[in-house]
């Protein structure tokens, strides 16, 4: 059983976030794809009852960057359990650390070439989307 | 002046025959009494004989005096004490109490018999006392000292009344002390007058110095003379020669003998005094070469004595302040410091660090010793004050403390500096991490999305064109990962511990193989390399130059890379691959730089300059040889190499590995 609630892309660069969607329509990933440029839309996008079956964060953000999203998200009951997979050009071991500690359940480095990209994308969807049985967060279809 | 150790035991020694002695006498006289040998009872004939018992407290006296026991002493002088004073009881009471003759008959006495004289009871009494007390302390040694030189007159009267034939002024009671008798009381007056040499009579004579001296010189001839003399005396009037000229012998001998010890008194007197004199001179020597400023200060604070040091040192002439108040101190500080002349006075030597006024205004710093000055009779006269001038080491010490602290102030400013350079650093290369790869993720994406979207219209040069920016893209990737990981090797800690190179070469060369499980390579690894280093950083190290080694070899007929010792702490990985040109050999380690074009070999010149990167780390050395075609040789070692012996110790250290 395939989710199909949005995903919800936390990415402050607009190749990426062409390059991101063209992968997931690449997969034949069909959910919606909302788009937050920083760390404050996204949670705000949350908080005004946006419930994403995936969340894909980058960590370098404007205004707010994504391990302080990852901690607003953490100290919430609800944005807690709602998958969130770091998705980052870093790979700095205290980053992976951090983010883990903060209650990431992934973390992904992109690669620079696309073709590899595109695979990432669809490991990613494959196993948020599909193999993982997903938590029950009210206001969720 | 301390007892000299010579004197105290020769008077020890004059004490111990001194009771030996009258022991022998007494038990001569026991003897007498034994066989009923008369002359032996009296020695002298005509004279009173020494009673039985008398004989009998003599040789008890005698033995406790040797003995030196407490015991024997308190039990043989309270005997010798209660014979006395029952005998003088008897005289007293005018009657005989059988006791006199209670284990052997005086046949020979005509009255008393049995009995001792009077004189020589109360003698017995103090010898008694005497020798019970003077193993006691204080007031009981005082007072058996007293009863000692008691005893010793009583028994010299009657001794001199003999010698000089003049007895009858000494007999009590019609009975005469008798001669032998009297002869062992003065040896045990001498015995127990020298058994303590603490106190009294034996103070005085051990005393040292020029006192105790003349009073022995002069003490044995004021007893003796008059003794010998008189009875000398005595025995020429007896040989026929008149009175007149017996007094005028006696007389003449006495001046003569009397001017001899004086003589011989003022001689050592002189030489006595002349050694004080040149201690003194040897003293005030001293005192003028000191390079010690000596000073001495009476308690009302005037200047006694100023010396050449205290002239130089405080710039005051010992004429300007003798006999003047001290121009160190202020008449208020010299009040101040009163108090610390009681301390003084009482025997304490103070010593403190001060700062004194110098004649030019200038001031120095002085460590001072203060002690009294006492004069002959040992009463506190003024201060000795010894100064040295430490201004020059208090300068350089304070120099000194400003250094080092300029110092630890620098390097904490360098340590920030290093910090904050080394947190700029990081911030770079997280920055490079993440906004230098989003344009090349960009470039190669759009690039592929241009070919896949639009691949129909595109010429075959286009595709081309784009598969060249796509390469471009993946390479620069590579590189800044590269860039990244050297960077990283950079910021990591250094933890020295013993590195089994052996063990790591094996675990590197297994990768190697399972990446190109294809290739052939003969990977000699000699067994019992190690290292001291950082196991992570030496394991980067052998990972790089083994890949370079696998990677230029790869074409040689038969592939072949060895990992040996070289010098002592030298590790050596060599293979027989394509080599390098020497004439770049200085280029090798330079970042980026890259001795093989890239068509021909894969790589982006990073490694080896992590590798020197590493060892600069370890302090350390690292260096390639080569010539073309023959292979490649790189060397390095981790820290400064150490000789043979220390190797020895080392690798013992590590458990014997070499």
Known sequence: ?141 | VPANPAVTAALQRTRTFAAAGAMLLALTVLVGWGIGNVDLQRFVPGQSTMKLYQAGAVVLLAAALLLRNPAASAACGALAAGLGLVTLAEYALGAGSGFDELVLQDTFSASHPGRMAPNSAAALVLLGLAVLLQTGSGRAARVANACGVGALAVSLLELVGFTSGARELFGVAHAYMAVPAAVCFVLLAVAVLLSRLDIGVGRALSRGGAEGTVLRLTLAPAFLLPLALGYVRTLIVDLGVSQNVADWLYSLSGVVILTACAVFAARYLGRASEVVAATTERLRTLVALSPLAIVTVEPGGNVMSWNAAAEQLFGYTAAEVVGKRTPLISEAEFESRKKYFDVIAGGATVQEEAVRRRKDGKEVIVEMALSPVRDAAGAFVGVWAVYNDVTERRRIEAELVRLNDELEQRVAEQTAELLAANSELRAFSYSVSHDLRAPLRALDGFATALEEDYGEALDETAHDYLSRIRGAARRMGGLIDDVLHMAKVTRMDLIREPVDVTALAHDVASELRAAAPEAHVDLQIDDGLAVQGDAALVRIVLQNLLENAWKFSAAAKRPRIEVRAGEPGEIVVADNGVGFDATYSDKLFTPFQRLHAASEFSGNGVGLATVQNVVNRHGGTVRGESAPGGGATFTFTLGPTVSDDESTVQSNAKGGRT
């Open chain 1, 1 to 141: 059983m395939s989710d199909t609630s949005p995903i919800l892309l936390v990415e402050d660069n607009p190749d990426d976030v062409a390059l991101t969607q063209r992968a997931f329509a690449r997969n034949n990933i069909q959910n919606e794809i909302v788009v937050a440029r920083d760390g404050e839309e996204a949670l705000r996008l949350l908080e005004d009852g946006l419930v994403p079956s995936l969340i894909l964060l980058d960590l370098k953000l404007p205004k707010l960057g994504g391990l302080e999203v990852l901690d607003r998200m953490h100290a919430d009951q609800r944005l807690r359990l709602i998958p969130t997979v770091v998705l980052t050009s870093s790979r700095e071991e205290e980053d992976v650390v951090e983010a883990y500690g903060l209650g990431a359940n992934s973390y992904i480095r992109k690669p620079v070439d696309f073709g590899g990209f595109v695979d990432t994308v669809r490991h990613v969807g494959l196993y948020w989307l599909i193999v993982n049985e997903a938590p029950p967060i009210e206001g969720r279809p």
